[in-house]
Nanobody
């Protein structure tokens, strides 16, 4: 079992920035992929960004150029750096980590709320 704890959410004005952190109880170096989803009220959860073990990244079109995902194996931590935030970025943000060996499975954090005011 791997536990993920997110932090860094909050209230920010349009155009502002936030950095979300996801701290893992297990070693991220063994994970196949990891990233962030978000869910706005009344909407389905959607992928925001993901990063592979080799640092290759993938971003949803709606955050390209504004968000950046990074990780540091030494700290077992994943980050989502968010810039130029818009009201439509409001929602609960969840980190996930997927393992195909070891603690095989996909693990989720409890979520952290991001609210962008207009």
């Amino acid at each position: 079992q791997v536990q993920l704890v997110e932090s860094g959410g909050g209230l920010v004005k349009t155009g502002g920035s936030l950095t979300l952190s996801c701290s893992a109880s297990g070693a991220l170096i063994g994970a196949k992929t990891m990233g962030w989803y978000r869910q706005a009220p009344g909407k389905q959860r959607e992928l925001v960004a993901s990063i592979l073990n080799d640092d290759s990244t993938n971003y949803a079109d709606f955050v390209k150029g504004r968000f950046s995902i990074s990780k540091l194996f030494a700290k077992n931590t994943l980050w989502l750096h968010m810039y130029s935030l818009k009201p439509e970025d409001t929602g609960a943000y969840y980190c996930y980590v997927q393992y195909t060996v070891g603690p095989s499975g996909t693990y989720w954090g409890q979520g952290t709320q991001v609210t962008v005011s207009s």
